[in-house]
């Protein structure tokens, strides 16, 4: 499994939870199910940007996306 994933997964079940929100009511909000949402949180599925930043906006939060370098490859 990939970590990146799993990662991402953790932050989104960390906010819906602190939105007291389940995942079926967040699956409706976005318009998936609740499987997806399970799969999601699970680090097994692969969300596109465009269903994070849905998932945000229906948690009431946003989404942001840093890019940062490896120390080592900053000259």
């Known amino acids: 499994m990939n970590y ?3 990662q991402i997964g953790r932050l989104v079940k960390e906010q819906r939870k602190a ?3 389940t ?7 976005i318009g998936t199910t609740p ?3 399970s799969r999601l ?3 097994k599925c692969n969300p596109t940007v465009m269903t994070l930043s849905g998932i945000a906006v229906k948690m009431g939060c946003r989404l942001k996306i840093n890019f ?3 120390v080592d490859l900053i000259k």
């Open 23 to 29: 995942q079926k009511e967040l699956a409706s909000r």
């Open 68 to 70: 940062q370098m490896p």
């Open 4 to 6: 990146k994933l799993k």
């Open 41 to 43: 949180e699970a680090g």
């Open 35 to 37: 499987g997806y949402i």
């Open 19 to 21: 939105v007291k929100i």
